[in-house]
């Protein structure tokens, strides 16, 4: 446990743990979804990872035409 701690630091850890005890209440309570899907196993944490990386995607696409250059001012 210390080396953990030590390794990524409290914060981290602290959100990691958080993570595996959500994780242990996905399996043992029950969620009621307004929709079918919402019942699938793990379906918020795999939309939250699919929406993370579907924003990633659009900034960095957005970022190669709207970024000016460096000496967009002196100009």
Do not use: Q, W
């Amino acid at each position: 446990m210390k080396y953990l701690i030590e390794k990524f630091g409290k914060i981290n850890t602290s959100v990691l743990f958080l993570c595996i005890f959500f994780l242990i209440l996905e399996l043992v309570g029950h969620r009621y979804g307004e929709t079918s899907i919402e019942d699938i196993l793990f379906f918020p944490a795999f939309f939250g990872y699919l929406s993370c990386i579907i924003i990633f995607k659009i900034g960095v696409s957005l970022r190669s035409f709207l970024m000016k250059d460096e000496d967009y001012y002196d100009k």
